[in-house]
């Protein structure tokens, strides 16, 4: 009788396995030729859903901090205010920080507050950074020539709804005491939103990287030189308003007092005076270029001659300087010529670290240049930091923007000629040592 082993129960079970019914997995789809998914197009949104988007968001960012400050303004009032109102004067306040000025009883009010100035624009630069890259102004295959229409589009887009968002907030706004023109209201929104906006869709689209790419590196270092030494310039008066303001503490805070306000009321006033700071600090760099301000017809501020007439209550004027200057203040006129003389130092280690052997030329050149870069920034900034503070006396406020320019041109260009050839003549030195 034959025998048999035990089955190994391992063995068994896969023999019962095998014996089952293969099950069919379904089929992959293949590939389409042609249709890689590494190189299909990504998705783009529609131009117009995206700079509405944007371009709101925009808006509601930079208008969200005068409201605030409105709101904050009231709450010293028992009774408070509507917020109809506080709706309406937040809006004036927004189109004043967009250069369109506001016909109130007391006169013409055109002095943006550039503080508040400065988010807007920040906010709509982004706003067209977003938009070219929702359309994308930026993707583009190899081979295939870059366009500057998808930038271009990008920053029209914005131009349009900004225009007509302004148009739409000076019609809110225009209420009793208060009158706003929608038509300018609308022109000054859209070449807001046309300069901002097609700066960030072209920074987004490398358009700005191509231009400085291809522009001559003598104007790309004049350029770079110029605006370190305007922006030095305006620190240089950011920092004597400051200490201007610290050593008439006392003045400022009686100022303050005068107002009668709750802890809320103060805190809307300081962040006014924040909002406008950057005027006054553009105001303190014309001191120390030289031509001075203004504050309305009895009122004329510089280093050589002061005539003080009636200001308004504000704190930030508390640090006015009432005579000329004497004692230790007329080093601080020497400011302007030390920031140019630091651009120029820049200018030279830079340059000469990247190509030791750069020519006396090229280097002295864009020194040069440097000068009518920093006086035509710094013209610009002065005339962004004027306008009206209502009529009679107070009709013209801020600085001579062609006359700051004029002298800073001339101040810089001769610090960083200066420095520039100090400096190479240093390194040499140091070289040839080694």
Not at 171 to 191: E, M, N
Not at 213 to 241: I, Q
Not at 385 to 397: I, K, Q
């Amino acid at each position: 009788m034959p025998t048999t082993t035990p089955e190994d129960p391992e063995e068994g079970a896969q023999t019962r396995l095998a014996d089952r019914e293969t099950v069919r997995l379904p089929i992959q789809r293949r590939a389409v030729r042609g249709k890689d998914p590494a190189k299909r197009p990504a998705r783009r949104a529609p131009l117009a859903l995206a700079a509405v988007v944007n371009s709101l968001w925009a808006a509601l960012v930079s208008l969200l901090p005068t409201l605030l400050v409105v709101w904050l303004l009231f709450a010293l009032d028992s009774s408070g205010a509507p917020l109809g109102q506080v709706l309406r004067l937040g809006l004036a306040g927004w189109v004043l920080a967009h250069w369109v000025p506001l016909q109130t009883g007391i006169g013409p009010i055109s002095l943006a507050p550039l503080g508040l100035t400065a988010i807007a624009a920040w906010r709509v630069y982004r706003a067209g950074v977003h938009t070219a890259r929702a359309i994308g102004a930026r993707a583009h295959h190899k081979g295939t020539p870059w366009s500057p229409w998808p930038a271009t589009r990008a920053g029209i887009g914005i131009m349009v709804v900004y225009g007509l968002l302004g148009a739409l907030a000076a019609t809110i706004a225009g209420h009793k005491g208060i009158s706003v023109s929608p038509v300018r209201a609308a022109l000054t929104f859209a070449g807001f939103g046309l300069v901002a906006g097609s700066l960030g869709a072209f920074a987004e689209a490398r358009g700005i990287a191509r231009l400085a790419a291809r522009t001559p590196r003598m104007l790309r270092d004049a350029a770079r030189t110029g605006a370190v030494a305007a922006l030095l310039v305006l620190g240089a008066g950011a920092a004597t308003t400051g200490m201007a303001v610290a050593f008439s503490g006392g003045d400022a805070s009686q100022i303050i007092d005068d107002y009668h306000t709750g802890i809320a009321g103060q805190v809307g006033l300081v962040v006014v005076c924040g909002f406008f700071a950057p005027d006054v600090a553009t105001w303190a760099a014309s001191y120390l270029v030289g031509p001075g301000f203004t504050i309305g017809s009895e009122t004329f501020i510089s280093a050589a001659h002061v005539t003080v007439g009636p200001l308004p209550a504000v704190p930030l004027l508390a640090g006015l300087p009432s005579t000329p200057a004497t004692g230790y203040a007329p080093l601080l006129l020497g400011l302007p010529l030390l920031a140019a003389l630091i651009a120029g130092w820049l200018l030279a280690r830079r340059s000469l670290r990247l190509d030791p052997g750069r020519s006396w030329y090229a280097l002295l050149g864009a020194a040069l240049l440097a000068g009518p870069v920093a006086g035509g920034l710094l013209g610009l900034v002065s005339a962004a930091a004027s306008g009206s503070l209502g009529s009679g006396g107070l009709t013209d406020v801020g600085p001579h923007s062609g006359a700051v320019g004029f002298v800073a041109m001339f101040m810089v260009a001769i610090g960083t000629l200066l420095s520039t050839a100090a400096t190479k003549i240093a390194l040499r030195a140091k070289a040839a040592r080694e």
